[in-house]
């Protein structure tokens, strides 16, 4: 270790849960340049999770895509093959990223397994989850290799209109980067992925780890849900919006008693928990003990950003399994996580928190 990095560490020793910016204005220096002195300590397993304090056993390892996020939202109805006067804004984003970092802002331990490339995009991607509390010691750095970019474009209401992604950094990750870090994901409390992994990667980390490992996924899309719905009975909770559902259950959904059929089929197939995500109308959950819940909060009046909900709903899920939570209570934290998502420009909401949630539950509880 060098000096600076010593001194870093001793402060953190005796006040573990100090912020970056706390640290910088004791030492005289940026808080990016804290924020690197931390990475460097991570990198050399001195300092692991956000807190700095290794709860060994308790964390969550995220397994998944991490990207930039351009998002562009119009003012006016979009006018189709012309220039539309908007808003833009850019972020870290990819579904497991997300997750990771909505689970970190909640005070959770995770570590994140993802490729990046090794250009400006890679720089802003590792800071940022760095300056989130994400353990970023175990990613793939593929040089020559851009690193994945989702762009959006929002409505005037702040509902997605079209979006494009390019996640092929994260098909360079391979079955043997990911028995490299065996010991890493054995040891964590639950995993969570998403269905970019390379086929071969996602297949082997069902086989490996769904036996002793509860292990979530988030679908993201009609296309990457198709992907694993032959898998879909590995996995221990999953998170499909209402057309993934159709396509993990190979129905068409018309009507309640659809969705409650279609859930069921993909019950059957051996995952344990489902929740559906509907939207404004809330979520139904469903589970092979015979279980079911439907439930909704107010929503919101002006929403902003539609993009991060469901991997702020998400990590709510994971942040409740991990503490223990009831299902009522569970539902209640992922419903007003997607509401403090949706109330702010960025992907991620910068606010998040228990006490966010909490406040959510008292002023939107139908």
């Known amino acids: 270790m060098t000096p600076r990095e010593r001194e870093i560490l001793e402060i953190i020793r005796k006040k573990p849960t100090i912020e970056q910016s706390e640290l910088a204005e004791m030492l005289g220096i940026t808080r990016s340049s804290v924020a690197v002195h931390i990475a460097n300590l991570q990198k050399k397993g001195c300092l692991l999770g956000r807190g700095y304090i290794v709860n060994e056993g308790n964390y969550v390892v995220g397994i998944g895509a991490a990207n930039v996020d351009v998002h562009g ?14 808003h833009m804004n850019t972020s870290s984003g990819g579904v497991t990223r997300n997750v990771s970092e909505n689970f970190a802002r909640l005070g959770g331990d995770v570590k994140l397994i993802t490729a990046v490339g090794d250009d400006v995009y890679a720089d802003k991607i590792m800071a940022e989850c760095i300056s989130a509390g994400i353990d970023m010691s175990n990613i793939l750095k593929v040089k020559n290799h851009a690193s994945s970019t989702y762009i959006s474009v929002l409505d005037e209401k702040g509902d997605m209109f079209v979006a494009l992604s390019d996640m092929s950094v994260l098909h360079t990750m391979s079955v ?28 082997e980390i069902l086989n490996l ?5 509860p292990i979530f996924v988030d679908t993201v899309s009609k296309a990457y849900a198709s992907t694993i719905s032959g898998l879909i009975g590995k996995f221990h909770t999953a998170k499909p ?23 069921d089929k993909i019950l059957d197939k051996g995952l344990k928990r489902i929740f559906v995500s509907l ?3 809330g979520c139904l959950y469903m589970d092979r003990d015979g279980n079911r ?8 009046e002006n929403m902003v950003n539609a993009t991060g909900a469901g991997d702020a709903f998400t990590a709510a899920l994971i942040y ?16 007003a ?19 966010l949630l909490e406040k959510i539950l008292k002023e939107r509880r139908i």
Do not use: Q, W
């Open 279 to 281: 939207g404004a109308d």
């Open 209 to 213: 780890y769904s036996g002793t490992i």
């Open 176 to 203: 043997d980067f990911l028995h490299s870090k065996n010991n890493i994901i054995k040891g964590s409390r639950l995993i969570t992925c998403d269905p970019g992994l390379p086929p071969a990667v996602m297949e």
């Open 320 to 335: 409740s399994y991990v503490n223990g939570f009831d299902i009522d209570k569970t539902i209640d934290y992922a419903l």
């Open 241 to 263: 919006n209402l057309m993934e559902t159709e396509v993990l259950s190979g129905m068409t959904i018309r009507n309640k008693t659809d969705l409650y059929k279609a859930a």
């Open 73 to 86: 939202r119009s003012k006016k109805a979009i006018s189709l093959h012309d220039s539309n006067p908007g």
């Open 337 to 355: 996580a997607g509401v403090a998502a949706v109330s702010h420009e960025r992907t991620i909401n910068p606010n998040m928190s228990v006490s």
């Open 293 to 300: 819940i439907e439930r909704k909060l107010r929503p919101v």
